[in-house]
């Protein structure tokens, strides 16, 4: 599908910073009524390796989505290298499309092609002939070590192979960009540690700039040059990799981290993190009593993580059965249970 054609007024392609390889203002997507991506302004330099982290729903695969021109947004402004995409022709969107690779978590590949044909298949759409699309194909297939399985079939292939062949099928186009979906998700820890290897290798040779998709932190830390963290389609924060991790700002942040915000704690105090269904009155009233405040709460779908500060002697047991048995007793035979034990109503 090409990029949006709709006009939205442009900003002066001078008043964009140079270095940046993309600029989001202001995006916004809604699916059914409910905003994806809110109101998200954010700045990819050009040459990083960008990661795009955050939970379940937080809006990452919209994001990729629309960067890759497969969504368009309702509202903000998307500029690629100082060009306003959702300006273009449906025939110069189809070419700035050619100028991304897109890796997918599941590979994508089509089953009855070879892995020479599957890499093929992107130039066969832009109407490269036959003889210069299989050289390319082959080359590209080497420089991710594929070179002698050029003739297997998906089905012949390991999972950490398939991905190798859906990175050369995102750069046999050429790309300056390339945007990587969970691309290590599906793949077990040492086949992923081989495939962020090779991406970062391919980043630096063909001096690219890549933004990688994830959940994982470990990801992020061994790629990443620069980081943005969604939360509920919001950017929570984003920045320079080292500097983002050594001092997170946002609670989403160091959720992802496992991290527990500094806070100077009273004498016999300790933090505690628990995940509440809600923090309600009556929840925050029972934590009153057992001597215990909330110094952090991030609040997710349906549930909400919490850092709490209580007193030494009130074990994570005690939280979640004065906390919690008594709302859940009846629901729950495990809050039954620990509601019995503790002896609460
Ligand atoms: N095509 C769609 N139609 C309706 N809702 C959608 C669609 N795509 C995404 N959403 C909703 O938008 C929100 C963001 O989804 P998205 O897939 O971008 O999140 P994500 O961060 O990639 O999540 P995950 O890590 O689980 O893949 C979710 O609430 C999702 O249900």
């Known amino acids: ?43 990819v330099p050009r040459g990083s390796r960008t990661g795009i982290i955050g939970r379940s729903g937080a809006g990452k695969s919209t994001l990729v989505r629309l960067l890759s021109g497969l969504e368009t947004p ?18 110069q969107a189809r070419a700035r499309q050619r100028r991304t690779g897109l890796v997918f978590q599941h590979f994508n590949l089509l089953s009855q092609r070879t892995a020479l044909h599957n890499v093929a298949l992107p130039l066969e759409l832009a109407g490269v002939s ?28 390991s999972g950490g192979q398939k991905q190798r062949v859906g990175i050369a099928r995102a750069l046999v186009t050429g790309p300056d960009l390339l945007l990587a979906d969970e691309a290590t998700s599906a793949l077990d820890p040492e086949t992923s540690a081989s495939i962020l290897e090779l991406l970062i290798r391919l980043q630096r040779e063909r001096d690219l700039t890549l933004v990688i998709v994830t ?20 950017l929570a924060e984003s920045g320079e990799t080292k500097q983002l991790l050594a001092q997170p700002r946002h609670a989403v942040t160091r ?25 309600d009155a009556a929840v925050l009233a029972r934590l009153a009593a057992l001597g215990g405040s909330v110094v952090e709460a991030h609040q997710g779908r349906g549930q909400t993580a919490c850092w709490l ?37």
């Open 74 to 91: 309702d509202s903000g402004e998307l500029y690629r290298n100082g060009e306003n995409l959702l300006a273009l022709s449906p025939a």
């Open 130 to 157: 036959a003889k210069k699309r299989e050289a390319l194909a082959h080359e590209a297939l080497t420089q991710v070590g594929l070179g002698e399985l050029v003739g297997r079939y998906p089905a012949q292939l």
């Open 309 to 345: 500060a209580v007193p030494e002697s009130v074990s994570l047991a005690d939280l979640w059965a004065q906390m919690l048995a008594p709302k859940r007793a009846w629901h729950d035979p495990r809050f039954h249970l620990a509601a019995a034990w503790k002896g609460c109503p």
């Open 255 to 279: 959720a992802l981290l496992g991290a527990a915000p500094q806070v100077h704690l009273a004498a016999g105090q300790v933090l505690r993190q628990v995940t509440l269904p809600a923090l």
């Open 1 to 43: 599908m090409p990029l949006a054609t709709v006009s939205l007024p442009g900003r002066d392609p001078a008043s964009l910073p140079a270095s940046s390889a993309l600029e989001l203002r202001g995006i916004t997507k809604y699916f059914g009524g409910y905003p994806a991506l809110s109101d998200l302004t954010l700045s």
């Open 215 to 234: 959940h994982q932190m470990e990801v992020i830390r061994s790629v990443a040059t620069h980081v943005a963290v969604l939360d509920q389609g919001h």
